[in-house]
């Protein structure tokens, strides 16, 4: 066996090496890690369209006037995409407005009714069938595009004397996300 001989000069040599080629490794992964940059051109980056939803103001279409635990009166409304991209229609809700003591708001009257209270009606959306989410092509409606949305409005029969909703006409928001 040979024996390799190290003197001052190969091992300082060796060592020149080891230490460029460690720098040079450390340079890089400094580099990756916690690297900054910047770079000057003309590009453009495709993003989520973002805006808001048009809801026509809701019409009654079919049914009422409401009596608790009778049938529903039927609002028809539609809701646009006024961007020029297509956007995710995830939901759309409606809820009777209450004031804090959860009375309605009449929209004859103008005035908040605490004696008929926003819990005893329902509001719920009817799709015909077509489930959410749905994306919504730039400009185009819901309705018709594939379906024709209503909200059902209802007065559940609480047990209790519902009297003080008798010639009101409750407000309700639909809301789109």
Same mark, same amino acid.
């Given at each position: 066996?040979?024996?390799?001989?190290?003197?001052?000069?190969?091992?300082?040599? /060796? !060592?020149?090496?080891?230490?460029?080629?460690? $720098?040079?490794?450390?340079? /890089?992964?400094?580099?990756?890690?916690?690297?900054?940059?910047?770079?000057?051109?003309?590009?453009?980056?495709?993003?989520? *369209?973002? !805006?808001?939803?048009?809801?026509?103001?809701?019409? #009654?279409?079919?049914?009422?006037?409401?009596?608790?635990?009778?049938?529903?009166?039927?609002?028809?409304?539609?809701?646009?995409?006024?961007?020029?991209?297509?956007?995710? #229609?995830?939901?759309?809700?409606?809820?009777?407005?209450?004031?804090?003591?959860?009375?309605?708001?009449?929209?004859?009257?103008?005035?908040?009714?605490?004696?008929?209270?926003?819990?005893?009606?329902? *509001?719920?959306?009817?799709?015909?069938?077509?489930?959410?989410?749905?994306?919504?092509?730039?400009? *185009?409606?819901? $309705?018709?595009?594939? #379906?024709?949305?209503?909200?059902?409005?209802?007065?559940?029969? $609480?047990?209790?004397?519902?009297?003080?909703?008798?010639?009101?006409?409750?407000?309700?928001?639909?809301?789109?996300?």
């Amino acid at each position: 066996m040979r024996r390799i001989k190290i003197t001052k000069t190969k091992l300082a040599a /060796f !060592g020149a090496a080891a230490g460029l080629l460690a $720098s040079g490794v450390g340079v /890089f992964a400094y580099f990756i890690g916690q690297g900054t940059g910047s770079a000057q051109g003309n590009f453009s980056v495709g993003a989520p *369209a973002l !805006g808001t939803w048009t809801i026509e103001t809701p019409y #009654l279409h079919t049914g009422g006037p409401l009596t608790p635990g009778g049938d529903y009166a039927l609002y028809a409304f539609d809701v646009t995409n006024n961007t020029s991209q297509p956007m995710q #229609l995830n939901a759309v809700t409606a809820t009777v407005t209450a004031d804090a003591a959860g009375g309605v708001f009449d929209t004859i009257s103008g005035k908040n009714v605490d004696s008929c209270k926003a819990s005893w009606f329902t *509001a719920t959306l009817d799709t015909d069938g077509v489930p959410l989410p749905l994306v919504i092509p730039a400009g *185009a409606s819901l $309705s018709g595009y594939p #379906l024709n949305p209503y909200i059902e409005v209802a007065l559940v029969d $609480s047990g209790t004397n519902q009297s003080a909703c008798e010639n009101l006409a409750p407000q309700f928001t639909i809301n789109a996300s």
